[in-house]
């Protein structure tokens, strides 16, 4: 496999390649030393730890120049794991003791790096948490999108289904480094909504209303407006920009927040402005999250199999 087939794939595609590679050496048909073996299943964990992590990064390295050279540490890591088990030393067992510590030596100092880079939760400013989507989106390199060809228009379906007026809230769920956002930045460059105010916000673990709604606002006026503090004062600023936009698209990506009365709050937020047409698509990992913020069936993403990636 190595470079050949991981080589174009973003690197949440080249971990769960290389998790599953582990996984077949550890169980395969070629006896291993028991140390081997142990040191296998030691990177195999590691691996998924670091996984839960890449989602996050992946998505703050569109505008964060250290996030983004972690990620492309990482995926260089892998491929170098990649070709280590599917090098005939493997089968030889030449030396993989010496190459197994190298690289856990390795892993551990990109797990380190991680830590580095991340801001603590209090300190990260609404542009960290909200990538600018209107300058990025547009770059996403073609072989990101590979594969999730049907699974677009799929969603272009459901947001067609609603041609009334009111705000139509379109969930897609799935479990992280899965592709749930770089399905939306697809959705989002559409030429269908190329006539829509276009707004993004990327949520994550911490939900503040007041900074999803503020960013809401900013964008849609196109203005680096003030920080609007009281909630009803920003609830009346985006009851007059809704009202003033004909057709708007909303992308709220990566929610996390479980609590119903908040996604209640938040829906009624964006369900305000006569005469308009507000379409949300939400990203989630919870199946819950997606049942209780939708208006219409939550869209499920699969995972890419081998001949998709």
Not at 27 to 39: A, C, F, R, W, Y
Not at 91 to 111: A, C, E, F, P
Not at 239 to 253: M, P, S, Y
Request: contains cysteine; proline residues 3%.
């Amino acid at each position: 496999m190595a470079a050949a087939v991981v080589g174009g794939m973003v690197a949440s595609g080249v971990i769960k390649v290389v998790i599953k590679q582990l996984g077949s050496a550890i169980v395969g048909k070629v006896k291993l030393h028991k140390n081997l073996t142990k040191d296998l299943e030691k990177m195999k964990m590691t691996l998924e730890s670091v996984e839960a992590a890449l989602s996050d990064a992946e998505t703050r390295s569109i505008t964060d120049s250290s996030a983004l050279l972690w990620v492309n540490r990482l995926k260089a890591a892998m491929y170098d794991i990649s070709d280590m088990l599917d090098d005939e030393a493997m089968r030889k067992k030449i030396n993989m003791s010496d190459k197994m510590k190298k690289m856990q030596k390795r892993l551990q100092k990109i797990t380190e790096d991680h830590q580095n880079y991340r801001l603590p939760p209090e300190s990260r400013t609404n542009e960290q948490q909200v990538p600018d989507i209107r300058e990025n989106a547009g770059n996403m390199e073609e072989a990101e999108i590979i594969g999730r060809t049907e699974e677009k228009m799929e969603i272009l379906a459901r947001l067609s289904e609603s041609t009334t007026e009111g705000t139509t809230f379109v969930p897609i769920w799935g479990f992280g480094g899965i592709g749930k956002t770089t399905l939306a930045k697809s959705v989002y460059n559409d030429p269908q909504f190329k006539n829509h105010s276009r707004v993004w916000v990327y949520v994550s673990q911490i939900f503040d209303l007041k900074k999803i709604c503020n960013t809401i606002i900013s964008q849609l006026s196109e203005t680096e407006s003030q920080q609007i503090t009281d909630l009803h004062r920003i609830s009346i600023e985006l009851e007059k920009l809704l009202a003033k936009k004909n057709k708007i698209l909303i992308i709220l990506d990566d929610l996390w927040e479980k609590h119903p009365s908040q996604l209640e709050k938040l829906k009624a937020m964006l369900k305000q402005g006569e005469g308009c047409k507000v379409t949300v698509v939400v990203t989630t990992r919870d199946e819950g999250i997606a049942n209780q913020i939708g208006t219409v069936q939550p869209y499920n993403l699969p995972q890419l199999s081998d001949e998709m990636c």
